[in-house]
């Protein structure tokens, strides 16, 4: 894994288990980029701060 805007490969990256969902926030030590992704796959902070807000579902 490498910086997508720097190409670098010194990235600090920290996992969260949320609602499910496994994100990934990686964090360029050269350039100081930030993203999230999800298996791979970028997502928007919009969405894993929906999932941080998500209520936990109630038994019944």
């Given at each position: 894994m490498q910086c997508?805007?720097?190409r670098d490969a010194r990235l600090?990256?920290?996992s969260l288990n949320m609602r499910?969902?496994?994100v990934t926030l990686r964090?360029?030590?050269?350039?100081?980029n930030r993203w999230w992704d999800?298996?791979?796959e970028?997502?928007?902070?919009?969405s894993v701060l929906d999932l941080a807000?998500?209520?936990?579902?109630?038994p019944s």
């Amino acid at each position: 894994m490498q910086c997508p805007v720097c190409r670098d490969a010194r990235l600090v990256e920290i996992s969260l288990n949320m609602r499910g969902s496994r994100v990934t926030l990686r964090s360029c030590s050269r350039c100081d980029n930030r993203w999230w992704d999800e298996n791979g796959e970028l997502v928007p902070v919009d969405s894993v701060l929906d999932l941080a807000r998500r209520p936990v579902a109630q038994p019944s």
